[in-house]
């Protein structure tokens, strides 16, 4: 958090100065203690001056001169009251530097609780290889805490900052959990909407009469308690500030109780409207401002992403024995946040292989009627040649439960109508008799569903190339299903067949990134769909292959009520956003028994190739060349995409 004030110009991190309050105010108690006398102090000044250029060396070793300086810290070792003690902190000197070092050794002792240690003697054993030296310490007694005291609180009370302390009576005083006690405080009291507290050790007593403790009294300065007066966006983009705070959890003229400026940030990253969210800022009206311009502001600095991007899937599909090399692809077209508000709306066509088409719109709204529920609607109308027509619409309602977490609710209506070819008979393995009966390839059908899921996204790094994190989605719907279609029996009577099914959707996605090395990441992943019914038509099932769900196929290859993919992706970074890669998909399909195709099938596709994504001046591209274990080297697949900010 970056504050700015009491006047204009003066910029501080709080972070940093509630590090230096902590420090300077444990140093303060060590100072007052008395076990430290002004010699000691006196003597450290005039040996850092002697021996300063250890401690430089120690902090600007190379590679080679650490494994030297560990080699060196093997050499001291530290014996306190006659027993030998771990020294987790032994100094990376020379021999020659035993002045610092016995400080060194002290100081060690002295942070264990033993405020009034002292040096007894050091010995330093020539004659062993390498040579050693023993720095002997008298711990003295441990100086345990007396009574804590508090001046200055008001918004909170005294028992309240006493229970988010380990600093407490009869237990040893320690300057480690003394500056996470008084961190503690200052976070207790920015989460109260007082961001300009500070807390320091006002001063320390020993009581008498055994056992002898140190009395604390800690004082508390809580500073003012500003009101958010604005929300402001760095820049000349298009992005509102109401839609920044409503994101960030904001509210105008509320106190800044809770404020949290990484959790600001982490919120406008998840809408993934931004190529780059800084750090927060809060600014502080100068003392004597009129009225209108007291209170705070908090600053965002954005870098937005295109208003629009189009996203262009190509892919060539090599000659067959049918028909020769074909192109197909698909287009998208995203708008994100076109106004400011949030609002996003994406238009998608596809063209695969074999008639079929596929049109797709979404609009959603982040925060509809200004509560914090994000709505969205969406259509889908696909056409297999003369054989069938579906049509699906959705709305779904979704809500943040936390950081990176989301949950929501859907209903989908689907309308499916048979074409010429879909209202043919064909043999459907059902009934008695050599033939079995023949029902109506696809029927005309309709059907409700209801459901919900859940997204979890915890990323690092761009979101076209995450270096860690993970990402989780996940959907279930239940729903009923009206069936109607003619049906011819081995008898040879045609009749008009009506049904009403139940029917279970399953769909999941994970995708893990590890960082091997700073330029290498794995990228492991799944996806699943699934369709559980009692009978099922062939408008039911779900598409794998190509570019978008198995590579190395046709697009569209594979159907069925069961189908998913595990991949695994080997990247090595070249940029921001640009990384080589090898890839290996394993995807499954399995078909159940429908009218023309009386056998259920199943099975497992393996795809495997490499690719680049790279940045070009029209936009991200990324392509590759996929392989399967049918085809050989040169019957392999081109996949080409290009996403173009406009």
């Not at 300057?175 to 807390?199: S, W």
């Not at 892919?315 to 020769?324: D, I, M, R, T």
């Not at 394993?586 to 495997?608: E, N």
Request: hydrophobic residues 40%; glycine residues 12%; charged residues 25%.
């Amino acid at each position: 958090m970056v504050i700015i004030g009491p006047t204009r110009g003066s910029v501080a991190n709080a972070c940093a100065q509630r590090e230096c309050r902590v420090r300077g105010a444990v140093l303060l108690t060590l100072l007052l203690l008395g076990a430290a006398p002004a010699t000691h102090a006196q003597e450290d000044r005039n040996a850092e001056k002697e021996e300063p250029q250890p401690f430089a060396a120690a902090a600007s070793d190379t590679s080679r001169s650490r494994v030297a300086g560990g080699e060196r810290a093997r050499r001291w070792r530290l014996v306190v009251d006659g027993e030998r003690k771990a020294w987790s902190e032994a100094p990376a000197l020379p021999l020659d530097s035993l002045r610092a070092a016995a400080r060194m050794a002290v100081r060690q002792v002295q942070a264990r609780g033993h405020y009034r240690a002292r040096l007894d003697s050091a010995v330093v054993d020539s004659s062993a290889r390498p040579p050693r030296a023993r720095i002997h310490v008298h711990a003295g007694p441990l100086v345990e805490v007396g009574r804590v005291r508090f001046t200055g609180n008001r918004a909170l009370s005294a028992g309240a900052l006493r229970a988010l302390m380990d600093t407490r009576p009869s237990r040893p005083l320690r300057p480690g959990v003394l500056e996470a006690d008084l961190r503690a405080l200052l976070r207790r009291y920015e989460e109260e909407g007082f961001p300009l507290a500070q807390a320091r050790v006002a001063s320390t007593r020993f009581t008498t009469g055994p056992p002898q403790r140190l009395a604390l009294t800690i004082a508390i300065d809580e500073g003012a308690a500003p009101r958010l007066s604005r929300v402001a966006v760095e820049g000349d983009g298009r992005t509102r500030p109401s839609f920044v705070a409503r994101t960030a959890g904001l509210e105008i003229g509320a106190p800044l109780a809770g404020y949290d400026p990484s959790q600001v940030r982490e919120r406008l990253r998840e809408t993934n409207l931004f190529e780059r969210v800084g750090e927060p800022e809060l600014l502080l009206a100068p003392e004597g401002a009129d009225s209108a311009s007291t209170g705070a502001a908090v600053r965002v600095p954005l870098e937005e992403k295109s208003p629009a991007t189009f996203d262009l899937a190509l892919g060539y599909l090599p000659s067959s024995k049918n028909q020769g090399g074909r192109l197909v692809g698909s287009g998208t077209l995203a708008l994100r946040s076109p106004f400011g508000g949030g609002r996003t709306a994406t238009l998608r066509l596809d063209r695969r292989p074999g008639a079929l088409s596929r049109f797709e719109v979404e609009a959603a709204d982040p925060f509809v009627a200004g509560t914090p529920l994000r709505v969205s609607m969406a259509f889908e109308g696909l056409q297999e040649d003369s054989t069938y027509g579906r049509q699906r619409y959705r709305v779904g309602v979704d809500y943040r439960l936390g950081r990176g977490l989301r949950v929501r609710a859907e209903a989908s209506r689907e309308v499916t109508r048979p074409g010429i070819a879909g209202r043919r008979l064909s043999a459907s393995g059902e009934g008695d008799g050599p033939g079995g009966a023949r029902r109506q390839r696809v029927a005309r059908a309709s059907s409700w569903l209801g459901g919900g899921g859940a997204t979890l996204r915890r990323l690092r790094g761009p979101a076209a190339s995450p270096r860690g994190g993970f990402h989780l989605d996940a959907d279930a719907a239940l729903g009923r299903k009206t069936r109607s279609a003619r049906r011819v029996t081995a008898a040879g009577d045609t009749a008009a067949t009506s049904a009403t099914l139940l029917q279970q959707r399953f769909t999941g996605t994970v995708r893990a990134y590890v960082s091997l090395r700073p330029r290498q990441v794995l990228a492991l992943g799944a996806d699943a769909r699934a369709l559980m019914a009692d009978r099922y038509d062939r408008s039911d099932l779900f598409f794998l292959g190509g570019a978008r769900s198995l590579r190395g196929y046709d697009e569209d290859r594979f159907r069925g009520h069961v189908v998913g993919r595990a991949l695994a992706e080997y990247r090595y970074l070249l940029g921001r956003r640009s990384f080589a890669y090898a890839f290996l998909d394993a995807g499954y399909a399995r078909r159940p028994a429908l009218p023309g195709a009386p056998v259920s099938q199943g099975g497992w596709h393996p795809g495997f190739g490499a690719g680049l994504q790279f940045d070009s001046a029209l936009g991200l591209v990324n392509a590759s060349y996929a392989l399967n274990d049918e085809d050989g080297l040169t019957g392999g697949r081109v996949h080409l995409r290009l996403a173009v900010g406009v």
